[in-house]
């Protein structure tokens, strides 16, 4: 048996356990009786996951719930097979599991053709709709469902005492996740759960990228005001709210006005 590392009580993230890159933190709940996943990253490191888990002692008929903090292909694109080896329940938001379950190439990122980027992304039944305020129970943990929509519609996060996992809202270096009209990123929705993470009382923040940090305000309101800049950023294409430049040259070619120079 392997030394269990904990990052936190009942918490393992499994890139530190393993000293080994996943490509996206994966976290183990350790609720005694019972364990999840939150996130199970690509096919491609599936095996490397399971075998780590076994050689931790955590039985793997004892995984409650497989969570998808939301459908990117880098968190997720393993959960139809990890569902079938661990013979566990999906859970994901009503969101998330569309994509999910259609295997939806496109809003998933497993396809990007102008970059070249095509990986398979089997469909998978979402067992578990989750919605804002469910509780989770695993084992002796209890955690609270946020949805925090923007980076993607289905995102969530999960708030247990005075720890959230954060999925891709915001990262140690205040970056946020991929702003993108592909895949159903929503400025003011983003901005909103920004606001709200700020305004919590969670001490740290287990992102889904990167390392897990103390909660600061400065940083999350930097992002805050940089997102309230690209709403009306020509830079974030259809995901711009308004162009004030535009609409002053609509107004300025109506006008019959020719540029001052
Ligand atoms: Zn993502």
Redesign the pocket.
Known sequence: MLQRKYLFPNVIELNLQAAQSFGVNIYLLDGGSEWALIDVGQEETLNDLIDLIRKLDFPLSKCKLLIAT?A?A??VQALKQARERLKAKTAAHPEAARALETGDAVQT?AQIAAQNINLPMPPCKIDVKLQEGDELKIGKLKLRVWHTPG??PGQLSFKMGNLLFSG?NIYKDGCV??IDAHHGSHLPSFIASLKRIRDDDAEFLLP?HGPVFRKDPAILQQAIDRLTQYQHMADFGTCTVSWPLEEEWKRDILAGKMPVL
């Open positions: 939301h990117d880098d968190h990122y980076h993607t891709d996740g991929a889904s």
